[in-house]
Every structure is written in C-alpha cells, then in structure tokens.
C-alpha cells in the first residue's frame, strides 16, 4: 500500500491541532434560564420580555442539559479538572464533555446553529423550576452525563428532538459524545423537522451519476427519503405519522426526509431506462433494455407510499405495500428503510468500518472494496465504472429474482393443475394448500459497494482488514469480501483468471454475476481473512447448532424441551403410565374387548374397579 510522506502527515496533524485549540478558545453558547428556554420552544418570548442577551428565539437552538447549578456564564467552565470535578456531585467526565461541547459550539456557529447551556439544578434551594424542566424532559434520572436535544421553533407541536448517542468510546478522556455526528445530527433534524417539499427535478439532478471528484474528508453520499402522496386525498393523519417519523429517520446517518405530490411512478421508470442507457458500454454483448414486467413487479404500488433515493444512483427503492395502512406502520416502513440504509458507494473509514462489515450480511453476503487516491485524476474514473458495475449488477439480480419468482410461480400452477384431475379428497386437500401458497421477490444476493481513499487511510489493519504480508494492491484493485460464512474468503481476479480491477464496469459485475446468481460458482477465492474487531464471519449461516452461541437461558430452554420429549418418549414405551392405560383402553373399547360391560356405562373408564 502506498504511503502519505511524513513530512505532509505531520503538517496535517499540527493544522488539526491548532485548528482544535481555535474551536476550545471560546464557547458561544448562550446560557439559558427556564424563561429563555420556554421562549425558544414556544418560538416567541413573553410579551414583557423583550430580548434574552443575544439569543434568537426564532431560529433553532442546539441545548446542553446539565447536571449543575452553578453555570452562569462561560467563566464557569474552567480548563481545571478539579476544579469541574467540584461543580458536579454525579458527573465524573462533564470535565471532558465540556471540552468538546466547546468545540462543538463553535463549529455549529459557523453553520449558524446557534447553542445553548441549561442547568437541572437550581442555584436557589427553596426553587425548583430548573429540575422541573429537566423532569419534564424525562433526563432526570440520566444526568451521569450531560443531555443534548435540539429545539426547532416555528412548528406548534414535535419541536423537540434528542440526540442518541451511536457509539461508546472506551477512553472517556478522548469523547463523551461523538462531535461529527452531533453537528450532523443538528443540521439533519433542522431540515427533517420541516419535511420540506422537493420535485422530480432536483430528484433527477440529485440522482444522475457525476464523474466523482474525490476530495479527502469528503462528506458521505446522502440518501432522501420521500413520502410521495396524493395531493386530493391527502388528509391530516398522514402528515401527523410524518411527523413522528422524523427522529427515527434522522437517526440514519445523512438521511433527509421530503415529501412530494408529483407521481414518482413515471419518474422511477425513467431513471431506471436511463440507468440502461448507461449500462451498454459493452459493444460485444446485446444491448440491454428495461424489461417493464420485471420493472412492475419490483416497482409497482401505491399511493401514498415512500421513496428511497440515494445520492448518485439511478436505482430507486419503493416501499411496498398490500394496504395504506402499512403506510402508517412506523416499525414496517423504519424496517423497510433499515434494509438499504447505506449510500451507493462508501468511503470506508474506521468510524464506518463496522457497521459496513456488519450491516445485513444475510441480504448484502459480500462487500466490494475498491483502492483508490484522491490525489491521482485515474481514480473518477475508476469510481465512475465500480459504479456502473453496482448499476449493472443490480438490473442482473432484479432479473433473476424475476425468472425465480416465476419459475416457482409456474410450478405452483403446474403443481394444482395436476391436483385438479385427481377426484380423491386427500389430493383436493393438497390442491388448496397448494393454492395458498405465496411467493415473493428475494431482498438476498446484494453486494456493499465500498472504497478506500489510500491517500488518507494506509493503514488497512485499522479497518479490521489484516491482509497476508505478501499481498499488495494498487489504485484501481478491487477486493470482494465474502463474510457471509463464518469462513471470510477474499476474491481479488475476475471470472476469466486477471487482476480484478475497474478499468471496466464489466469485471466486477460478472464476479458478483458468478458468486451469487449463476448457481455454481467456478471462481476460487484467493486467500482467508481472520475475523478482527470490524470483520466476523456470518456464524448464523451454518446449518450446524452450536451451543457456544447459545445464551444461558437458551441452554436451559433447549434442555427442558429435551427433557419433555424424552418423557414422552417413555411414556409412550411403558404402560404401566396412565397415557398408556387410556391409550390400550381406547384400543379395547373398539375392539368389543372390555370385560366389564355392568359398569360400561359410567364412561370410558367405568367404576373404579374396573379392570382391563
């Protein structure tokens, strides 16, 4: 792998530092009593209050909960840790939160989202306002560390939105709370809380393929979500479950959420026949044309429904549904998003590399790394056909679910026409559960399109990929790793035995073509990957049962099922047990063989000196 020289790596590393200590500088958060913070959800102060020092109750507000009360101005919050320590009874690492609320405040200032500090404790003990603020908010009870919620005025009801935390950090020193996402989290919920109108030409201008210009530290590919409604039969409800959606999208990473009354049927059809138009670089091969029956079948609904549209790609992604009520099922169309909560292609980075590696390996088995550098004009290239490869593939896999569907279709129908000639009642039995029985599109055989910029990561191990010290790869490789069996293979050649690189979008597509949708595959992979942190085999693939996988009440579980069967395997085996007695009882009664007729009227079992 190539190496950044040492020299522009310690530079980098000293502008990061300075610019670090710029942001800690200065906190610009404006400390807020219960008032102020009133005026900020309701959206307007109180008619005898006219201003709250410099704080503008229109515009949306990024607050801090903590559990203090001696934050009055920014000269509390000190560098000295013992001195922090001092101020909070319950709150060991508001030291090192501080620090990077700091930062955080500044860099939400330059994109004019302005912050603010609230204490849950009153400074005056016979006062209570303060708590009963932050009890209301339900933090009460969770202020080991401080709370952060974003407030959006402007809107009468669902203004209020708070930030989960997605990861923890071992080291407490380094983050309490991830900077990068809060500040992605703030400018996402300002726009999601508005659900704002978009039509088919900022969709279509969002969608088309660019050739990529590569930049370190580029920001990830975004993905729109769109509720595409019928403007004539809109009614209030719809919009209400629109809004009890936002904070559920947004936790999503750069995931938007738009509405639109314009058809997007017609639209989804054109991407995809100009997706085709793209695909027929490959002058040897027949050209390629949308099949519509093959496009209905994947794309056909109703409305209202929801859209998903991903930031470079042609391919849209409709939320299927057999009822508009489905529409409103929150936990149905949140499960339907989590299945393609990634963008069309991803720089992979140690922040992502887990949820990449890991992100539905029973749908996604394999997930492609390309080898890039942001500093050389070969690698837009590069990225524009893995791209195309991801098109390509996509249309070969909607086609063979397609053919699948229908093959298991046909069988069905070949299947009850063979019942139907037979007049016996077993064989009719067997027609109308034949009948009921429904076939659906598969959601399997994808592929993760991911990359790695080698001019900002070097350092693959970090990433949980430990290749063999004999390999090495160049700009423009491609990699597939299969981590869908607890075996992780690694595939680096093409189906006709060469280097698998992006020179063509053709390579990669008839890779993929061959692990996943030619029945047997002949490519052999290259070599093993052991499992790290980031990397792990798909355990749940095996069809053999393993109890090391098992929790302990799953073992305890098992082993009473266990234990019932055998029992009832005894029994079955001893008469002496009633089950037996009833059983062979039965058996006589039908065979005219019970001896003890003068009592035979008192049931099936007679008096209790019958005997068998």
Known sequence: LEQLPTKQTSNDATAEKENKDSLLNEDRSHFLNPMALAGLIAGELPVNVKQVGNLDVSQPCLVSFWPSSEFESPDAFVNSKAKMDSLFSECPNCFYSYKNWKILSNKLKANNIQTGVFNCFDRDSSSDENKKVCQDLGIMDSLTEPQIFMIVPGKPYNNIFKYKKQET???????????????????????????PEINTMELRSFTTPKVDTLEKNTTPEKIYLVYNYDAESLVQEELDCLEHMIESVTEFPNMYLYKTSQDLSIFSEKSVDSLYRKINYNESEPIKTLNLEVYHNKMLTQRPTFYLFKENSLIPIVYKMYATVEVRDLYLVMNWIEQDALPNLIELKQT????????NKENFPQVALLFVDSSKESSKDFLYNYRLSSFEYEMLRWENNYAALQSARDEKHARIKELKQSSSSGNRKK????????????????????????????????????????????VGDILVIDNSTPTIKVYDTDPFGQKLTASSPYYLKELLKSLNLDGINKVAYRYKLPETVYLQGFKNSSSSVSLFFLSF?????LALVVIVLLRVIVVKKKPRFIYSKLTLLQRKLRAGKFNNKKNGNLGILGSKNARL
């Open 352 to 359: 992502n590399a887990q949820q990449t590696f890991q992100f």
């Open 169 to 195: 950090i071992s080291t407490v020193k380094e983050t309490i709370f991830n900077i990068d996402r809060v500040v992605d989290f703030s400018v996402i919920i300002i726009q999601n809380a508005k659900i």
């Open 553 to 557: 009440k799953q073992i305890i579980c």
């Open 431 to 474: 027609m109308f559960e034949e009948m009921q029985k429904e076939f659906y599109l598969n959601l399997d055989k994808r592929c993760v399109f991911s990359y790695v910029d080698l001019s900002v990561t070097t350092d693959l191990a970090a990433l949980g990929i430990e290749l063999p010290k004999d390999i090495t790869y160049n």
